[in-house]
């Protein structure tokens, strides 16, 4: 159906609005999107730049299947984000730097979507750590990899994982710093990074 309406726009070259609670179907149809939740638009832009910046945490939460994954940091003095949760220590990316002067001793929280780590690669150490595999479910061309690391939970999607010849209950995780995402924990609003 989805198809069809799609065909049928392209057809008729009009402007449609198209009300959907279907994330899949707000993306695939939509030139652009506005993200509402209780009556307020948090978000109207293009399907790709809502998944690639989006504008806090309600909409980094609702695009994306599986979810975003958010782990609660604060920065400290050197601008290593610091998580008890998940247990480990990385770098402010560079894009984020200049706004951490006002950040420090807030809490931040880091948003990863599940396809943006690398697992068991040789990568940057900063923003490389281990996790416990909790569940695996592979899909034939790809893998979502339930995980833990100290008390935070994480989803992955890998599609180097071989759930056949893999017997260990550890994973070596990298996290790219540049699809790193930031929000302020307080406002739920995402940095904008400066590039």
Request: glycine share 4%; net charge negative; proline share 5%.
């Amino acid at each position: 159906m989805r198809t069809e309406i799609k065909k049928l726009h392209k057809q008729l070259k009009t402007t449609k609005v198209f009300v959907t609670h279907d994330q899949v179907e707000a993306m695939t149809m939509g030139d652009r999107i506005a993200v509402m939740k209780d009556g307020i638009i948090h978000q109207l832009d293009t399907p790709l730049n809502i998944y690639n910046e989006p504008a806090d945490l309600f909409v980094a939460s609702f695009i994306g299947s599986p979810a975003m994954n958010f782990i609660t940091t604060t920065v400290n003095n050197e601008n290593i984000l610091c998580s008890d949760a998940a247990k480990f220590f990385f770098p402010v990316p560079k894009k984020y730097l200049s706004q951490m002067k006002d950040q420090t001793s807030e809490e931040i929280i880091v948003g990863i979507r599940p396809n943006d780590f690398t697992i068991n690669q040789e990568s940057n150490e900063d923003y490389t750590f281990n996790a416990s595999l909790e569940l695996v479910e592979p899909l034939g061309n790809e893998t979502i990899l339930y995980l833990s690391t100290g008390s935070q939970g994480l989803t992955c999607i890998s599609k180097q994982y071989n759930p056949q010849s893999a017997d260990e209950n550890q994973v070596r995780l990298y996290i790219n710093p540049e699809k790193i995402h930031l929000f302020n924990r307080s406002t739920t609003k995402r940095l904008i990074p400066k590039n």
